[in-house]
């Protein structure tokens, strides 16, 4: 079946420091992947996108991921956090089709 | 360009009480999703629509649930009667066509309690 793992619930870390938040796929021949944030009481926003090319892809806010075929991951970083960075981050993945498949979310907390 | 728009954002009804929710998606985005999301979980896709058409519903409820999208704008979403378990919050998507590689633009949602 298909799915997203996304293993780390809850992401703690201090400002400034640089984050990675994993995101895993269930294995297909073609695939799009994304990363949404979610701030409180507001809906999903787009960070950013890998649709086909480069394997780095960079969005808003500073933020980057990397797709990498081979382990079937795409995970989100960033070199330095800031305060503003604290919401709920979600990995979407669409087989080639039009359904969008979200993981369980990873909670990113940024302490001063 | 103006975002994706649902209302109410809060709604709090007791058990057995009928419900519905309304969404507004982007001009010209003709993909319109409705998606359930319970607290600490991901979206998950209720139906789709393309245009006016129920494109996808195999995951609504449809003892309870009922949607529609009259001439392929604007949608509702209902639920009669509400259960305890109904309480989420209720997200309103939309994108340009219903192809993989296009993202969906998220509406602030209506979180529903049910009492």
């Known amino acids: 079946a298909q799915s997203v793992t996304q293993l780390d619930s809850q992401v703690p870390v201090f400002e400034e420091a640089p984050v990675e938040l994993r995101c895993n796929y269930s294995s297909s021949v073609s695939v799009y992947l994304f990363w949404y944030v979610q701030y409180p009481n507001q809906g999903l926003q787009l960070l950013l996108k890998?649709?086909?090319?480069?394997?780095l892809v960079k969005g808003i806010n500073g933020f980057e991921a990397e797709f990498n075929k081979s382990q079937t991951s795409f995970h989100l970083r960033k070199p330095s956090v800031h305060i503003s960075d604290t919401a709920e981050y979600f990995c979407a993945v669409s087989y080639n089709t039009d359904k969008l498949i979200f993981g369980t979310g990873t909670r990113l907390q940024v302490f001063p | 360009e103006a975002g994706v728009v649902q209302s109410p954002r809060y709604k709090i009804i007791e058990k057995k009480q009928p419900v519905a929710f309304w969404c507004n998606p982007i001009s010209g985005h003709n993909t319109l999703y409705w998606y359930l999301q319970n607290l600490g979980q991901g979206p998950e896709l209720l139906i789709r629509?393309?245009?006016?058409?129920?494109?996808?519903d195999s995951q609504l409820p449809k003892d309870r649930f009922s949607a529609e999208r009259l001439k392929g704008v604007d949608s509702t979403l209902k639920i009669q009667p509400a259960e305890l378990g109904d309480s989420a919050v209720y997200l309103c998507?939309?994108?340009?066509?219903?192809?993989?590689?296009?993202?969906?633009?998220f509406g602030d949602g209506t979180r529903l309690s049910i009492l």
């Open positions: 998507a939309s994108s340009p066509v219903g192809t993989g590689n296009q993202p969906q633009h």
């Open positions: 629509y393309e245009n006016e058409e129920a494109v996808d």
């Open positions: 890998y649709l086909s090319g480069s394997t």
